[in-house]
């Protein structure tokens, strides 16, 4: 099972204005180039009229050398098409950036997911405006960067922040449980690539103490939502949610240490569908092909 | 597993002010009354200060008889312990209205399950604002009654409503997905006693076409809420949630057929705990002994 | 949202042998006839070399005439690539049977889902070994037909069965909740036609009386599982499974009421995935293309 | 929400014949020395004629010292009646210990929660069959012993173990995907204080490898099962189950990723109901007082 031991395969994410022809144009190119087709996904938005495909192929036995692949596919097929596309391959391990403030649950699930999950991705730095989860960061070996976050130094912060990003060649952002709301001008540098866990079931309690609002509504269910985060506050493009059961015997304290395993989990799924390259979004809304 | 096979029992309710030995003074009256307890539970609201009890015990043997327990009740410990109480007994069969208005699954699945189900209640008559559903109702020999409701006739129209559910010893409204909100002088008749469905997961997407909203906002799950009916809007006392995984592949309309099944579980399960005397409401919120 | 509104579809079920440019080649077809593919699902088991796929594509605008669809694509494309294939149209109204024993809620369940919910089906008789639930059937002008079986009678009753069944071109049996073992020779007639509802979650519990066997092992989740009949008792390819929540609270009678509900949804489920034509099955197991 | 700004209570534990009164008696004992009930969850098998109470009360105002309160207990309550009884404080930290093999996500994830979730309970060491563990427990400042187990050294390396285990007064054993079956000797000093992760929805694919036993039958939903040891494998008292639903689409692989995750939560789960002394056991069911 260790991710060396799978055969590399390649990664084709699609979307376009949907018309006929498109599966047959796209699969006959990689038959004639000798692509062994191992999970095709599609989905037709029929109300706005926009393709989404996912295909992944064998590369061994393919035709066209690996590098030159996104070229080739562009000229033959994209430009005609008029496609928007991305191609990945299954060896890469992009960088991943973990941002929290004080709560170690995320953080531990996923710095030891990452490292026991044969995740196509690399953790490769935690900032936290606090020093508080150093010592969490630092036994999985993965660098800790205090940068603080007041009002005032907001601006100068996330400037910091983006510097580092850039440095480590970071594609995707996780904020853990990060206490900070991320400006949008921070948030222009990662379209669709921040990845956020909100502590509860979307639309329902957006912002401040979900559980304290849940507690006070009497639900039955609590949730956990993981999104893309977007300019307006928990309301960006949602990637994956899920639910637990609570009573009237649950204090808010155990709301808050219940919806903490929930927590772990949808976060940890969500970033396995886009690590993956399962996730295309379209519209605020997220296709996942699992 | 027939209902009059089930041996008699006496059911109380109980709330009032938390304070030393309630549990303690109240056991002690069933004791000194060879009273056999089947079911205790017992909850503290700590914040507010309130205490809530069920106590479900056996009449055979018990030393008071049936139609004495409430008065001796009353004197010997609620009087005293300024108790709010209700004592109910496992034989009764309360009256059931049940509102609908287009909709047949949850009309169906209710008259069906209250059939097969060795209910503690008897649907008495269904009450629709539309001709539709008399066959339904009438294939289970239950009365059916078109009351019409539009702007000008809706106050004129409760009162017909109230006077048959008078006439019939109602004692509990259902709505099955009954198209119209009902006044607030209608529910001043029936604290408490007006059970919904909702077909969202409350709080999120209150009012009309939920359906449609999950699906603009993309969510992954849905839900349906059984609630009282309250003066605000879908603002009620929560007695019951579930819910359902979506995908990106379910149009509105798969939504509505997914949601449908879940309307159907959830408002049997919540009429379920009321009919069987385990749902006490305080604050807006429930208490359900399960 | 009514079914007749909805436009002609085509869908394609295949199944063959795994390799190169089978979706280029099949989708190829589609194209050069004009057409618009709505749903395209495919899959590969990859451990036994087998490819599947389901495509579903709008009529109109087809080049093929509805009644040659089939005849072609076998020709140009089955025969050559030595596919086993399926057509069929979304207007297509197949006969369902559906077998009871004593036990009303799936019948119930499926009857009045089978009118509300716009079903690619029709269910045109009703087989009992008892007389118990004719008034259902009836009530639902579906025609019941009541057949006796005893351990000596059994062959001459299932022949009375095939007759029925033949008489009204049946395409699918669901035994819901059908208390009988039904023969291997009958079996060979519908061959994963037979889908039947065990309350159980399989694996777990085969065989009579899973509820109590759930009790004695003090579970905390109890499953209900729709399969495929085989041979091999509570064997067969399983199609839906899911489960509820049960506490050391609940008796057997408790297990009982929660299950039932399960079954009606679990069933239903499965069912809409076969008339929808969304289910392949394959070595004992199903691809379900939700 | 520190452990320490909890208000000291007292748990009471208790399980005797059924018989009237019990509840009287016991919690008229509380009341006459001024003992505020904050929990009383009880339970009544009605089929085996078994009482089962728990009972937690505030310390803070109670009239019996600390040091007294099981004493006067036994003396005026436990031996009159007969019950069998436990009486725990909240202030205690009961040792566990951790023992593992080479997977670490049960290990990181009992190590990350016990920190950060307030546990009333302490783990000790952790001790495993193999070296691969040993930094995953040593970042956590948590002794870590190698005891290597072959089949001739299994009785020795279980006397080492159990000496270690007495050094540290150890109260509770999770077996935290410990891949070796405990010999009855061992288990016959932690009757009921051994708590195991099996990785199905048991009673379904007991022993070993399930997750390919899963895949082979294809079932729809796999399980987790936190459950005491007993001298048969896998066949102790349920504690906690949960379930994650797969497809047709999830190899061995997946379903081996998936199940982590829930094997991670219901153990966690199935650990805090007991170190809160919520869970009781009798006759290989478990009673959990949520």
Chains 1, 2, 3, 4 share one sequence.
């Not at 080739?72 to 991305?86: G, M, N, P, T, Y």
């Amino acid at each position: 099972m260790s991710k060396n031991t799978r055969p590399l395969s390649a990664v084709l994410l699609v979307h376009c204005a949907d018309r006929k022809g498109l599966v047959a144009l796209i699969t006959d190119f990689l038959y004639k180039n000798q692509g062994n087709i191992l999970y095709l996904d599609q989905h037709v938005d029929a109300e706005r009229g926009v393709f989404f495909m996912r295909i992944e192929w064998e590369m061994s036995g393919f035709a066209l050398p690996r590098n030159s692949v996104k070229a080739v596919f562009k000229s033959e097929i994209a430009d005609r098409l008029d496609l928007d596309f991305s191609i990945h391959f299954t060896d890469e391990r992009p960088g991943i950036a973990i941002f929290v403030s004080k709560l170690p649950h995320c953080l531990y699930d996923l710095l030891s997911s990452s490292r026991s999950g044969h995740w196509p991705a690399e953790v490769r730095l935690v900032i936290s405006n606090h020093e508080t989860l150093r010592p969490v960061a630092e036994s999985f070996n993965i660098p800790f960067h205090h940068i603080p976050v007041t009002k005032e130094s907001k601006a100068e912060a996330e400037k910091k922040q983006l510097k580092l990003l850039k440095e480590l060649d970071i594609e995707l952002i996780v904020l853990a449980r990060y206490m900070q709301i991320v400006s949008q001008g921070f948030i222009s540098n990662y379209v669709n690539k921040i990845i956020n866990i909100h502590h509860s079931f979307l639309p329902a309690f957006p912002g401040a103490r979900p559980y304290h609002s849940a507690f006070e509504r009497g639900v039955k269910i609590i949730g956990a939502t993981s999104h893309y985060v977007t300019a307006e506050l928990d309301a960006g493009p949602i990637i994956e949610q899920d639910i637990v059961r609570v009573t009237h015997r649950d204090s808010v304290s155990e709301l808050v240490r219940k919806g903490r395993e929930l927590e772990k989990t949808v976060l940890t799924r969500a970033l396995w569908n886009h690590i993956n390259r399962k996730v295309l979004v379209y519209d605020n809304r997220t296709i996942v092909f699992e």
